[in-house]
């Protein structure tokens, strides 16, 4: 199918859509969205709940927004200004890069083995990167006016500007590459070459993102030029324990359920040391970060002194990724479904957790030691709270409508 | 601005939209936006283009009397700036100058007179008030004092007063009382403001009165608890003039001395933190060894007639006839009964001082010319305030700055003109009844209190217990006794069973127990005079000009006391009928400059108020190395004869600097003192250490200074005030940081926020007196840390010559709650 | 062209905050906004305790962060040397207030430092975020330059008074507010400051005040480190000055 004609395609479903909906009316419409059609599945169900929930979340957040306007948030001019929807809004784009990195294992380097979660991992490199872009629109004062103010301000010196730029080639070739390969042209040089440049701009994307902190040399606890290489690698981190977590839930938790080349693919040991292999690199590149925190008597570090006594800085650690890495490591253990699963749920939520005191402790320590009794103390609000379910219940919502109507478990016919 | 505004004022229409003091908000802000609205496009209606009128205006937010210009476009006050023109601003203001607008558009103002409707008083009861007009206003208070007349009660009619602006408001309170028939009006707030450091010049110099000073030219300043960065009149100016001498050449070297680490003492060379209530130790100390190493001015002070010092350190008994005194009387009595034993060491071990710091401030003070020393209520505010004065004070005639270019002088009055009637021709025979003078003042100054000017703060008791009598209709006028007058919650009883009147624009603490509010208007509505205090000496006049129209239905307290009067019968109504209106009070006093034109030209009414004041350079007379002169249009060169000197500045019984006051020692002040101080009758004329008396039952000191966003009275309620930082307050030993504590003594309590703080004395604990209001209105109130004044914890006992409240005199204990 | 900086004197500043105060009033600042400050800080045990103060303007930098990070060009420097926002591009992404090593700048909408908010209380009908009564003339209102009372979700800053100091005459060395002629002109921190510890020139003019007094009086620059090269400058009084670890160039 030619571009055209796929551009054609489109119109005609919207066309065929709208008929639909006055053949059988509003209410059979409604339900029709509601149970996504077909054969009730855990994803119709994942698909219902999270709907829910992102309807909840995003009434209560537009409510705030309308009556109080972001002052519904904790955050302030002179302490933490950027708070938990900055950091939601990292988590979710940076799963996306990482999605796309495993994706292309197999699309791009040539790792046939992980052809079986290909396509997921695409369609969930697009729904993270959405969630994270509707969090941040919400957190953002103006969000509309970026549409316009952006490029025509275009400010090259901003990586804040590259990081749009790149994050937005990034969702369109991502995009056009999920429509070739849900067309089943996963080889075509067309084909190829999106997922190559998704690849590319994704790096670029997440490279800006890891500049847009590490470049601040006034805030020492980001100020680190290969902050992008940190990035990356978390953000591998987190792609992994997504397609893992997502790949499982796909099957009701089960490897049984799996097809046999994902099964292969699941109790084998090559998923297991890829995931080990990202984690234990993390492990090191916390460690060191923390310890040059705690060494130097840099203003804006001694936040690591905060961290270090931290309840929270524990669990991401040593259950989030010390845990985790014990257990994909151990060739017994790394191989279990329940192990599996297990791992990637705390390194998802340690990234969680990471990400917000990455965000956040790079603020904490005042810049004048005058203008505060201390470090500044940050506690996210509920509308932000609510800001970050918009995202997780978006995130949940596209997994399901993709696992419900675009075969997600898809693989070249080839493969 | 057109002249006619006061008259157009009246017959404004009105609005009936009404701050309840406690259930304010909804109401009060329907009601700003609806009139203020209203007049912003009123304004623009009649304005063809944006102009922007620059109008002015004296600050209302200290008593120093600054002059501003008020930037006024379409209607709307948008800014303020000190006043090129007025030379104590010379285009500059303090912090609390840009708070005026934010007063003028106070959304909880009152708009208009209002009458409480529910009997009940207390924190807790929402008046109820319901607005009534002008004439049903005045006509309730008439009718109440003409009521007391016909009992023959007017006695048990009180006006209490606090910040008088000038002529045409405070100066007509005393006569309103005269004419009435009550040695109650007017009492003023004196008392609990800063009596005893006038009282102990007045003692020693004869002068009752706050200095001037020189501070330009000054090459050494030693400061005793005077918060000269913070609160100290007139501050604005302080400020500038510290922008000049830090940098001038010499620089002038400053040592101050406070109970805690203020700006003053931040800012200062030298910063010696005192134990409360000594001062007067150190001051004694001081004047030892300028004495003891022979660093006294002699051209002032006079000298030994052989010139050899015979000033030793417990040297026998002197003989005063060895010493030739100049301009001073009783400098070796004053060493053989108290200086000789007034070593360092002595006062180290009292006031908690090195000896070493003693003796090198003392040479420095000595050594340095000019130089000057003041203090204000720190060292006073005491048991002992008055001696300590005095001890502090009698440096400035050791090192001769009394007079002297750099040093201290005296304020002169305004001529201004006279009012277009006497009161003395509208006396009715029951005003000038002997039945009227049979009773004292309800305060019992003149009886109970021989010395003192004023002691407010014993009204609550003296009418609580009828003792003289009780008072029937009260009044207040720009003070709040409720809320800063020691034992404050004793105010809340007494209000309860009198006739309240209030007069402020705004909802306060006294409002809560009014029962009848008049409210004035803000100053920047205002058309009002105000005579400079003590500054440069030579004198000063300034003149609020209204820069809008009252945005309310409200009237100058003048006015309001007139209308008043005129409802009077008899005589007093004929009185103020003639007196007719505020404004023609103070035309009338303008003509005083006719003939004395100022130095800005100022010299008539009109001209007044294009420059907003008047002044007249320089101060008439200076001391010269001993010697006095009197400026003879050119230059200090006329040498003035003794008597001229007692005439016109040591107004001393001698004519001289008295370190044995005449005053004390008359015989109708002596006994008294003895037996109030217990200091020996022989001695009681002399400066001296006096052991300080604590009360309260507490084991900290509590000091509650004024800090610099202390806007009148009204910061409490305005936001911008209460979120600009200031340095930090609290505690040494309040180690509960960040805690809600507990400070308590045996009068009352209150809750506040602990903070540590290093720059704190370890026995003591500092609270501004501006926190803790709690009925100022919507931002007072949602935000009630501390829970109360200071006034609530402080006992109220009083110095005895003087009757100044001895506000530092209270210990506390802090607790968490 | 001038390039507009300003000095302020340590030794003669009182920590008194009339600059604070005035900026509020003349600019319309919210409670707590306080585009100018001044910074308080102890030091020490008692008795031997330093408290400490500096007032802290935008420093309007020849080589400014949140210029650069902006990703609209909303905040910009112009030729004057003003760094300014235009509250018409500003998209509130806050990343400005991030890079800013000096904390001067602020979202408009944030929980009050003190309720009821006054935003609230000054309800605005139309776009601006609120309506105080005191309000510049609305002639004055220059959203371009972030002048006035802000539009919701946007971020504010000192502008160097830029509705003051632009209606200056060209080839003015010197902006004084003790001259009638050029104190309309001048910021109104600087006009407010009672012990005259402020001064406002063209630093490119080296026969303007501000230009002596930073060679005689070894001005510096605060967190010179960093390289924002601040156009406001600060004497600290005689005895000697800290050096930067940077040349003080003013180009």
Not at chain 2, 679 to 686: A, M, N, T
Not at chain 2, 731 to 750: A, C, H, N, W
Request: with cysteine; aromatic share 12%; glycine share 8%.
């Amino acid at each position: 199918m030619n571009v055209q004609s796929q551009e054609r395609g489109y119109v005609s479903m919207s066309d065929t859509l709208i008929a639909h909906w006055k053949d059988v009316g509003t209410r059979a419409l409604l339900k029709e969205v509601l149970t996504l059609g077909g054969e009730r599945t855990t994803a119709t169900t994942i698909w219902q709940v999270s709907l829910l929930g992102l309807v909840i979340s995003l009434a209560i957040a537009f409510y705030m927004l309308v009556t109080e306007g972001h002052a519904a948030f904790n955050t302030n001019s002179w302490g933490v200004t950027w708070g938990l929807p900055i950091s939601t809004y990292v988590f979710f784009v940076l799963t996306s890069t990482g999605l796309t990195f495993l994706a292309s294992l197999a699309m791009i380097f040539g790792f046939d083995e992980f052809y079986p979660v290909a396509k997921r991992c695409v369609w969930l490199a697009l729904a993270t990167l959405v969630a994270g872009f509707a969090t941040l629109a919400l957190e953002l004062g103006h969000p509309f006016r970026m549409l316009w103010a952006v490029p025509t301000g275009f400010q090259y010196r901003s990586p804040m500007f590259w990081m749009g730029v790149f994050y937005t080639l990034y969702l369109l070739l991502l995009l056009l590459k999920f429509v070739k390969i849900h067309g089943g042209d996963w080889d075509s040089r067309a084909s190829r070459y999106l997922g190559i440049s998704s690849f590319v701009s994704v790096v670029i994307a997440h490279s800006t993102l890891g500049l847009l902190f590490g470049m601040m040399a006034m805030r020492p606890m980001w100020y680190d030029g290969m902050l992008p290489v940190y990035f990356l690698i978390t953000a591998a981190m987190s792609g992994a324990a997504f397609a893992v977590f997502f790949t499982y839930l796909a099957y009701g938790f089960s490897q049984e359920r799996m097809p046999e080349k994902l099964r292969a693919l699941a109790s084998g040991s090559a998923l297991p040391n890829v995931f080990a292999t990202l984690i234990g690199i993390t492990i090191l590149a916390t460690v060191s970060r923390t310890i040059t925190g705690l060494w130097s008597n840099m203003d804006g570090l001694e936040v690591y002194q905060l961290l270090v006594r931290s309840p929270m800085y524990h669990f991401e650690f040593w259950a989030g990724l010390v845990v985790p890495f014990v257990l994909m490591l151990s060739p017994t253990l790394q191989r279990q479904a329940g192990m599996q699963i297990l791992s990637a749920a705390l390194v998802m939520a340690s990234l969680f957790m990471g990400r917000l005191e990455f965000v956040v402790s790079g603020q904490l320590v005042p810049m004048f030691k005058g203008s505060a009794l201390g470090l500044y103390q940050y506690a996210p609000s509920m509308t932000e709270w609510m800001l970050a379910l918009v995202g997780i219940f978006l995130t949940f919502a596209l997994y399901a409508f993709g696992e419900k109507l675009l075969d997600l478990s898809a693989q070249p016919a080839r493969a | 601005m057109k002249l006619d505004i006061l008259n157009t004022a009246i017959s404004r229409r009105r609005f009936l939209q009404v701050s309840g003091v406690t259930g304010a908000a909804a109401a009060a802000g329907l009601g700003l936006e609806q009139v203020t609205g209203q007049v912003v496009t009123d304004a623009k209606a009649t304005a063809a283009e944006s102009k922007t009128v620059i109008t002015k205006n004296v600050c209302n937010q200290c008593p120093a009397r600054c002059g501003v210009d008020v930037y006024t476009t379409d209607g709307r006050v948008h800014a303020m700036y000190g006043s090129l023109e007025s030379p104590i601003s010379n285009g500059k203001l303090c912090p609390k100058g840009y708070l005026g607008a934010y007063i003028l558009y106070d959304p909880d103002r009152f708009k208009g007179p209002m009458k409480r409707t529910n009997p009940k008083k207390g924190r807790d009861e929402d008046p109820k008030f319901v607005p009534i007009s002008w004439d049903e206003a005045l006509k309730t208070v008439a009718d109440r004092l003409n009521a007391l007349r016909d009992k023959g009660e007017s006695h048990r009619f009180a006006l209490l007063f606090g910040r008088g602006w000038g002529a045409s408001d405070a100066g007509l309170l005393g006569t309103f009382g005269r004419v009435y028939g009550s040695p109650n009006a007017a009492i003023g707030h004196s008392s609990t403001c800063a009596d005893a450091s006038k009282k102990a010049k007045r003692l020693l110099d004869g002068n009752y009165d706050y200095n001037a000073y020189d501070y330009a030219n000054t090459n050494y300043m030693l400061i005793f608890g005077a918060s000269f960065l913070e609160a100290y009149r007139p501050y604005n100016n302080n400020l500038q003039v510290w922008g000049h001498i830090r940098t001038k050449s010499p620089k002038t070297k400053v040592t101050a001395v406070d109970v805690h680490w203020n700006t003053t003492i931040s800012g200062a060379d030298r910063a010696l933190l005192i134990k409360p209530g000594t001062d007067g130790a150190l001051a004694l100390a001081i004047a030892h060894v300028i004495l003891t190493e022979g660093l006294w001015d002699r051209n002032f002070v006079g000298d030994f007639k052989d010139a050899v010092n015979r000033f030793k350190v417990g040297e026998a008994t002197l003989n005063p006839a060895d010493f030739n005194e100049k301009w001073t009387k009783g400098l070796v009595e004053w060493w053989n009964a108290e200086l000789k034993d007034r070593t360092p060491k002595w006062a180290a071990g009292i006031t908690t001082i090195a000896e070493r710091d003693i003796v090198t401030v003392a040479r420095e003070l000595a050594t340095t010319k000019p130089a000057m020393v003041l203090f204000e209520r720190g060292p006073t505010a005491h048991s002992n305030g008055v001696y300590n004065g005095m001890a502090i004070h009698a440096l400035n005639a050791l090192i001769g700055s009394m007079y002297a270019e750099g040093g201290l002088m005296n304020q002169m009055g305004v001529p201004y003109g006279k009012l277009p009637v006497s009161s003395d021709d509208f006396m009715d025979e029951y005003a000038k009844s002997d039945d009227r003078k049979q009773y004292p003042r309800i305060d019992l100054v003149g009886k109970d209190w021989l010395m003192a000017s004023n002691q407010i703060q014993a009204i609550p008791a003296h009418h609580l217990a009828g003792k003289p009598y009780k008072l029937d209709t009260i009044l207040f006028y720009m003070t709040a006794p409720i809320y800063s007058a020691p034992e404050a919650r004793k105010w809340e009883e007494a209000l309860q069973t009198m006739y309240v009147i209030d007069t402020s624009p705004f909802p306060g603490e006294t409002a809560m127990f009014a029962d009848l509010v008049l409210p004035d208007h803000t100053y920047l509505e205002r058309l009002q005079d105000a005579p400079t205090y003590p500054f440069q000496g030579w004198p000063m006049a300034t003149l609020r000009v209204p820069a809008v129209k009252p945005l309310y239905d409200t009237k100058v307290f003048g006015d309001t006391l007139i209308e008043i009067g005129k409802r009077i019968k008899g005589p007093m109504g004929e009185y103020y009928k003639a007196l007719g209106s505020t404004e023609n009070v103070i035309k009338h006093l303008a003509k005083g400059f006719e003939d004395k034109p100022g130095t800005n030209s100022v010299n008539s009414f009109e001209s007044w108020k294009e420059k907003g004041v008047w002044y007249k350079k320089p101060y008439l007379w200076r001391q010269v190395r001993g010697e006095f002169y009197e400026w003879d249009g050119t230059g200090y060169n006329k040498p003035m004869k003794p008597e001229d000197v007692k005439a016109k500045l040591l107004k001393t019984k001698s004519g001289k600097f008295e370190f044995k006051s005449s005053y004390l020692e008359d015989e109708h002040y002596a006994e008294y003192v003895h037996e109030k101080t217990g200091v020996p009758l022989e001695r009681v004329g002399f400066p001296q250490w006096v052991e300080p008396k604590f009360y309260g039952g507490g084991d900290l000191h509590f000091i509650s200074p004024k800090v610099a966003l202390q806007a009148e009275g009204r910061a409490g309620n305005l936001p911008h005030a209460t979120t600009i930082a200031q340095p930090v307050v609290g505690g040494k030993k309040t180690i509960y940081d960040g805690d809600r504590v507990r400070i308590k003594s045996e009068v009352g309590r209150i809750e506040a926020i602990a903070r540590h703080y290093e720059g704190v004395r370890p026995d003591t604990v500092i609270l501004p007196n501006i926190l803790g209001h709690w009925a100022q209105g919507r931002w007072a109130r949602q935000n009630r840390l501390p829970t109360g004044s200071a006034s609530e914890v402080i006992v109220n006992k009083s110095e005895p010559i003087s009757g100044l409240a001895s506000y530092y005199a209270t210990k506390v204990t802090v607790e968490r709650v | 062209m001038a390039k507009w900086g300003m000095v302020i004197d340590l030794e003669k500043c009182t920590g008194c905050q009339a600059c604070t105060a005035a900026c509020a009033m003349e600019n319309n600042r919210q409670p707590g906004e306080n585009w100018q400050d001044v910074i308080y800080f102890t030091e020490g045990e008692y008795p031997s305790v330093q408290v400490k103060w500096f007032p802290r303007p935008c420093m309007h930098c020849e080589n400014p962060s949140c210029v650069h990070v902006c990703p609209t060009r909303a905040t910009y420097k112009t030729d004057e040397g003003f760094v300014l926002i235009d509250w018409d591009r500003c998209i509130g992404c806050k990343y400005c207030m991030i890079a800013c090593p000096y904390g001067v700048r602020f979202y408009t909408d944030e929980k009050p430092l003190v309720g009821p908010d006054i935003k609230t209380v000054f309800k605005s009908n139309d776009e601006h975020s609120w309506n105080p009564p005191w309000k510049m003339p609305d002639s004055r209102e220059d959203w371009k330059h972030g002048v006035g009372v802000q539009p919701r979700d946007v971020v504010s800053k000192c502008t160097f008074c830029y509705h003051r100091v632009s209606k200056a005459p060209k080839g003015t060395p010197d902006l004084s507010e003790h001259d009638p002629k050029t104190r309309e002109y001048t910021p109104a921190c600087v006009v407010a400051c009672p012990p005259t510890a402020r001064y406002f020139g063209d630093l490119d003019n080296p026969e303007s005040e501000v230009s002596k007094m930073i060679s005689n009086k070894n001005g510096v620059r605060l967190l010179d480190q960093l390289g924002n090269k601040p156009q406001v400058y600060y004497l600290t009084g005689v005895g000697g000055a800290v050096p930067s670890n940077r040349a003080i160039k003013k180009t």
